[in-house]
């Protein structure tokens, strides 16, 4: 009993042992024809420690690691390829990568991120061009620390970036003004439900936007124009959003039809809602503004709508009408209700009026005498 304990005592010994001489930290494989380190799915707490220096790939994957600072990745400027991806990390702090010089690739994603500060990405150098984030938020709560690290950590070189599966509701006006040379930007599986003046601002070197799997109903004139704004050559991916074709949709049906070369699955997308309309292409909808299609105004429901305002607009003027009448009668009822005071009064007023005229008559004889008028001057004076 007590010598097979010592034995494996000492096999884990010499195990280390090898492992030190070979410079592999325990618990991970290591590859130096490869440069290649692998620790995946080993339960590690943090970064291992005495990762060899030709490493250029390093994988640590499905581990327990929280956080991850600039400590975690000392002297390796070899690595190219860092996946950090399944890791349950909440926190990157700045500066996290600018130990890695060399840095092309990292693969954060499946992560519950929370804190992520402003220069987490950060890179002397600027060479990475792929940042995965997908699935990578605790929370939405997260997006304004995610925007403000993706303007302040330095990315100007930056090629891919993926930001699919994070529950996204909104994107934050010019999150990607400093990304100037991203190629493809993956929006994919979010909540988006509009597109902002802005939100691509700054994207002049984009080449493909995916936006399949959000919540997108429509895209309005604001969403349509900084859509327009993109670089000519950019393809968009509008699949799987819960396009509503009521009334309103023209615009955007208008602009995808014009818009084909650009939008690669515009042959693709159908309607949603309303369960009538399910299945109906987009595209077929394209001219529903148009004059004289009166027939696809009522497959949009426009017509229907409009009929509604005129009836609700018919109902009001007849309300109008019923009240004015109704104060009309009550005026009349009080008339004849008080027509002996008012014959009185109109008596009286007639016969004060005729005072007045005769006085006023009596006045203008005198004025227009000289002589008179001469007197009465002289008498004033
Ligand atoms: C990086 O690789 C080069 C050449 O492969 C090597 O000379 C250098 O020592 C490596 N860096 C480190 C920190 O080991
Ligand atoms: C990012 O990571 C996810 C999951 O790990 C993967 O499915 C996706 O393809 C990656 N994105 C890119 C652009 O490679
Ligand atoms: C995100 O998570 C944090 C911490 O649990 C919480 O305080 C916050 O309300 C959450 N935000 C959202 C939008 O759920
Ligand atoms: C979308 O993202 C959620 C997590 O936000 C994930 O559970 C789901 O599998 C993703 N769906 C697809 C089709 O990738
Ligand atoms: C977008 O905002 C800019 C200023 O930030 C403004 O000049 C421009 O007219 C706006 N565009 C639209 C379509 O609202
Ligand atoms: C819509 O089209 C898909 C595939 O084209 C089909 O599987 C589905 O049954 C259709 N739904 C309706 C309501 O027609
Ligand atoms: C669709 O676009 C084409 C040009 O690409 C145009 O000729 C046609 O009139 C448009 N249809 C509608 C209904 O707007």
Not at 258 to 267: W, Y
């Amino acid at each position: 009993m007590q010598g097979l304990a010592l034995r494996m005592i000492f096999s884990a010994l010499l195990c280390s042992i090898s492992a030190r001489a070979s410079g592999c930290p325990l618990r991970c494989e290591c590859s130096e024809p490869a440069h290649t380190v692998k620790c995946v799915s080993k339960d590690l707490r943090s970064v291992p420690s005495g990762i060899p220096g030709y490493t250029r790939n390093l994988f640590i994957m499905g581990n327990q690691i929280s956080r991850i600072g600039p400590e975690s990745f000392k002297g390796l400027d070899n690595i190219t390829t860092l996946s950090l991806s399944n890791n349950r990390i909440s926190e990157v702090e700045s500066q996290t990568f600018s130990g890695l010089r060399s840095l092309r690739t990292l693969d954060l994603s499946s992560n519950q991120l929370a804190v992520i500060h402003p220069e987490a990405f950060t890179i002397p150098g600027h060479t990475l061009r792929e940042l995965n984030l997908s699935r990578v938020l605790y929370n939405h709560s997260a997006v304004m620390d995610l925007a403000n690290s993706l303007r302040w950590s330095t990315l100007g070189q930056l090629r891919t970036l993926d930001l699919s599966g994070n529950r996204l509701i909104y994107l934050p006006p010019h999150t990607f003004s400093f990304l100037g040379a991203l190629r493809r930007l993956i929006l994919a599986n979010n909540s988006l439900v509009a597109i902002h003046n802005g939100t691509f601002f700054g994207l002049s070197s984009l080449e493909q936007l995916d936006l399949t799997l959000n919540t997108l109903r429509t895209i309005q004139g604001e969403g349509l124009a900084e859509l327009d704004s993109l670089p000519v050559k950019v393809r968009l991916l509008l699949g799987e959003n819960p396009w509503t074709c009521i009334c309103g949709l023209e615009p955007f049906a208008a602009w995808l039809n014009v818009s084909q070369g650009q939008v690669e699955d515009a042959g693709r997308l159908v309607c949603a809602f309303p369960p009538d309309m399910r299945n109906t292409s987009l595209l077929s909808l394209a001219g529903a503004h148009g004059e004289g299609s009166g027939g696809n105004r009522v497959v949009l429901g426009c017509l229907r709508v409009g009929e509604d305002a005129d009836l609700t607009l018919q109902t009001s003027y007849m309300f109008l009408g019923v009240v004015l009448g109704f104060v009309g009668l009550v005026f009349l009822l009080v008339l004849y209700l008080n027509r002996r005071g008012i014959k009185k009064r109109i008596m009286s007023m007639r016969d004060a009026c005729t005072e007045v005229w005769e006085g006023y008559h009596y006045r203008y004889e005198i004025d227009s005498d000289p002589r008179l008028s001469q007197v009465s001057t002289t008498a004033d004076i």
